[in-house]
């Protein structure tokens, strides 16, 4: 079955920097785009990055600039680095794919932007 296992979230100060990464397994990884959301408290989840298959990103305007997603097809893994993080970055940050119509989603990894 479709697995995606997030890691890399933690606490760090404004200006820092965070690398999110996301292990995929049950599905070929590298025929399918993959999303990086997040949701913070009171708040609807959001798209925050998307890598095509053939590599090709897109970011939410808020992001543009400070975040980079990347993958690695031959580990099954996709990133988001995170540079210049805000306190309004302050989210929990899921892993998402579509295959065969479903929706699938990590637990999602805890970020918080704090002095």
């Known amino acids: 079955q479709v697995q995606l296992v997030e890691s890399g979230g933690g606490l760090v100060e404004p200006g820092g920097s965070l690398r999110l990464s996301c292990a995929a397994s049950?599905?070929?990884?590298?025929?399918?785009?993959m999303m990086w959301y997040r949701q913070a408290p009171g708040k609807e989840r959001e798209l925050v990055a998307v890598?095509?298959?053939?590599?090709?990103?897109d970011y939410a305007d808020s992001t543009k600039g400070r975040f980079t997603i990347s993958r690695d097809n031959a580990k099954n893994t996709v990133y988001l680095q995170m540079n210049s993080l805000k306190p309004e970055d302050t989210a929990v940050y899921y892993c998402?794919?579509?295959?065969?119509?479903?929706?699938?989603w990590g637990r999602g990894t805890q970020v918080t932007v704090s002095s």
């Open positions: 890598i095509a298959t053939g590599g090709s990103t």
């Open positions: 049950g599905f070929t990884f590298s025929t399918y785009a």
């Open positions: 998402h794919v579509s295959s065969l119509g479903a929706d699938y």
